[in-house]
């Protein structure tokens, strides 16, 4: 079945760092990828996304990388600042029954000290 | 206001009773998600409603829940006989339609069954 998985569950660095937060991915048939933020009491918040027809994209601070010959997804975050902390979620569109279902992970918690 | 809402932001209620948990997405978008998160845990899919087409229940876990979408706006999710375990925060979504859309959260419900 399909799964999304984080290697770390938290990640702790220092301010200025940059951070980089992986996935894996078990569904070789997934074509769209999500990284999201959810701050505590929050909903999670969209960050940046990537097709499989691209293997880089970047946003501002935040690049995601996708390969996909080791099914592997990774957020890296530049210049890390203390509102970076939050828990990050990759998530994977499943084209299940037509829709773009979203399969998450369980989750990395990032704790940027100052 | 812009984005998405949902009522109420807690619940906590006695074992065996039925809760009603609402999402208002926002104005226009056509497709509505509803996912579950539990402690430390990533988002599960639930139940997703795209315009006036029937909706895609394959995430629901038993019969005890249900969801209705009034007029492809407003939807309300019903869990009934309520269980422990269904202890979770209750996240809606809603995205501009069925395709690669970001998908926009409301800040949950945080549901306790004593």
């Known amino acids: 079945g399909e799964s999304v998985g984080l290697h770390l569950p938290t990640l702790s660095v220092q301010e200025g760092d940059n951070s980089i937060i992986n996935c894996a991915y078990s569904?070789?048939?997934?074509?769209?990828f999500i990284w999201y933020k959810q701050e505590s009491g929050k909903g999670p918040q969209f960050i940046i996304d990537?097709?499989?027809?691209?293997d880089k994209r970047q946003g501002q601070r935040v690049t995601v990388l996708l390969n996909k010959t080791v099914k592997h997804l990774s957020l890296q975050i530049a210049a890390t600042q203390p509102g970076d902390s939050a828990v990050y979620f990759c998530a994977e569109m499943g084209m299940n029954t037509g829709f773009q279902k979203l399969v998450f992970g369980t989750g990395t918690r990032l704790l940027v000290s100052p | 206001g812009a984005g998405v809402s949902q009522s109420p932001s807690n619940k906590v209620t006695e074992k065996g009773k039925d809760v009603e948990l609402r999402c208002d997405p926002i104005?226009?978008?056509?497709?509505l998600y509803w996912y579950r998160q539990s402690l430390g845990q990533g988002l599960e899919f639930l139940i997703y409603?795209?315009?006036?087409?029937?909706?895609?229940k394959s995430g629901l876990p038993s019969d005890r829940f249900s969801a209705e979408r009034t007029g492809g706006s407003v939807s309300t999710l019903t869990i009934q006989r309520t269980q422990q375990e269904d202890s979770a925060v209750y996240l809606c979504a809603s995205s501009r339609d069925q395709t690669y859309n970001e998908q926009f959260f409301g800040p949950g419900t945080r549901l306790t069954v004593l």
């Open positions: 409603f795209q315009g006036n087409s029937a909706p895609d």
């Open positions: 990537i097709r499989s027809n691209m």
């Open positions: 104005s226009g978008h056509t497709a």
């Open positions: 569904n070789s048939a997934s074509d769209y």
